[in-house]
């Protein structure tokens, strides 16, 4: 399991560091093509949002797998170290539900974009792939929730009720 998530976040980061350097470089040709030539990229906005769904969500697959998402407790949590385990079981949960609807409404999107032959306004791209590419990051997203769910619960327990009385 661990060898697979190594490739995974090989894979992940070599893609999104592709995605950021052809950012850099479109943005760079764009910008000296106005201010030096008088002519911008044709299409380098379409390619600019292309681009970021790549950065985006190879960034939600790569900040779960990090756990470097954003937590913030509202309320303390009640139970000592059964408490914190309630919570931090309910909240994986609930991300991974969200991840695999979210991931699940974006493939019937791109079925949708397939079908219709959705495309790019300048360039003519066709969207599906990108719809396509959301999804299944979506769907790895939930994946890797849930395997971190499942290597916390047979995991000692004992950082939690520490996180629990830290905050």
């Not at 609930?94 to 695999?100: D, Y």
């Not at 032959?117 to 979506?138: E, K, W």
């Not at 929730?145 to 009385?165: G, P, Y």
Request: aromatic fraction near 6%; hydrophobic fraction near 55%.
């Amino acid at each position: 399991m661990n060898s697979i998530l190594s490739l995974l976040r090989a894979g992940l980061r070599r893609l999104t560091e592709l995605c950021m350097v052809s950012l850099a470089l479109l943005t760079l040709a764009d910008v000296l093509g106005r201010y030096i030539f008088n002519v911008s990229v044709m299409g380098a906005v379409e390619l600019t949002e292309i681009l970021m769904v790549g950065v985006i969500f190879c960034g939600i697959v790569f900040a779960t797998m990090e756990r470097e998402h954003v937590v913030v407790d509202l309320v303390p949590v009640p139970g000592g170290e059964k408490g914190a385990r309630i919570v931090h079981v309910s909240s994986h949960l609930l991300a991974a539900g969200i991840s695999a609807l979210l991931a699940m409404v974006s493939w019937t999107q791109a079925e949708s974009a397939a079908e219709y032959l959705d495309q790019t306004t300048l360039l003519g791209l066709p969207l599906a792939p990108v719809v396509y590419f959301m999804s299944i990051m979506l769907f790895v997203n939930t994946i890797v929730e849930l395997a971190q769910l499942r290597r916390d619960l047979s995991a000692d327990t004992a950082h939690l009720e520490e996180e629990a009385q830290n905050d």
